[in-house]
């Protein structure tokens, strides 16, 4: 019973957030009705009834009466000034807080993709957000589907990552499952291109070339508690050439600059990842939050690494002001 009662209550939140975006986008944004439906993804008469209940709730007045269109706001300044096709900013200060708050947003801009009655491939990293966001999807039979991991989820050593997103996401859709069974960063060159000869590899890469949208994290490479290390994807002495490299940020493994320039170390021709650049322009979700990530999501952005960010309210601040 608790279970159904949570589900409806994040429904409520749920149908609550997108009555006010639906209202903000066009007392504020000026959006005509069509323009909202294509962004949101809904039908015309939807939006008519989401701005319509916005009124009736008393949520229309000269603003939005709500802390999210300060959210908006950020969200449409990030989506200028780094050229992002889509932006969502969620509100939040405590750590738990945050990552619900994105993985619940991320959750719904994951959702209209499956579902696609028409087949389609996702395509996922792995780590902690994702994992929060893939949790909050309700079960929903897609057998249709096609998920693929673009990156690795094992040390070298052996040992699985904790976060293995499509392999939970599988369990929810009943979709096809591609797994990538290697280490992030192989012992060797050698290693490394003996395992993307085989098939199931190229079989990883050619599904990469078709997907409809690739959510990724952003990791951090300062500070405390980097994913990296902490699941033993690389070395403290790796860590330390990073640095001296200039690295801010991760995606999939690659690591990158303050300018979102991918970083040729010791390490490029030991990472198994799908290159980003293998994905089809325009389709990459980044999520993630929290004054760790400030940098590397900077970084990110600036390199248009990723055409969508889920973030959250002071992450998106702090990388305005950069």
């Keep these: 019973m608790k279970d159904v009662l949570d589900a409806s209550t994040d429904w409520q939140q749920q149908r609550r957030q997108l009555t006010i975006r639906a209202a903000w986008l066009y007392y504020i944004g000026c959006n005509t009705q069509d323009q909202i439906a294509t962004r949101l993804k809904l039908s015309r008469p939807a939006v008519q009834r989401l701005v319509a209940q916005a009124v009736e709730e008393g949520l229309v007045k000269f603003r939005i009466d709500h802390p999210l269109a300060d959210c908006l706001e950020l969200a449409g300044a990030l989506a200028e000034r780094f050229g992002l096709t889509y932006a969502e900013v969620v509100p939040g200060s405590a750590k738990a807080e945050i990552m619900n708050g994105i993985a619940i947003a991320a959750a719904n801009r994951l959702e209209p993709h499956l579902a696609s009655r028409d087949p ?7 780590g902690r957000t994702l994992y929060a966001t893939v949790s909050q999807i309700q079960r929903i039979e897609r057998p249709q589907h096609t998920l693929i991991s673009i990156v690795g989820n094992i ?8 976060y293995d997103v499509i392999m939970r996401l599988a369990e929810r859709t009943c979709a096809a499952c591609y797994p990538m069974l290697a280490p992030v960063v192989t012992q060797t060159a050698d290693e490394c291109r003996v395992l993307q000869s085989q098939p199931a590899f190229q079989t990883i890469h050619r599904l990469a070339s078709e997907a409809r949208a690739a959510f990724v994290g952003i990791g951090h490479l300062h500070g405390d508690d980097i ?15 990073l640095h001296k490299h200039q ?14 320039k991918i970083l040729e170390t ?6 198994s990842a799908v290159p980003l650049s ?25 390199g248009r690494l990723v055409s969508e960010l889920v973030t959250d309210e002071a992450t998106a601040r702090a990388v305005l002001k950069l």
């Design 120 to 126: 389609i491939v996702l395509a996922f990293a792995i």
């Design 155 to 162: 040390s070298r050593d052996g040992r699985a990552g904790p």
């Design 227 to 241: 994913p990296q290390l902490a699941d033993g994807f690389i070395t403290k002495d790796e860590l330390k050439m």
């Design 247 to 260: 690295a801010v940020g991760e995606i999939c493994g690659w690591f990158y600059d303050a300018d979102g």
């Design 266 to 271: 010791a390490l490029t021709g030991r990472q």
């Design 278 to 302: 293998a994905l089809p322009p325009g389709v990459i979700t980044a999520v993630g939050g929290g004054p760790h990530k400030v940098q590397a999501i900077a970084g990110a952005l600036r």
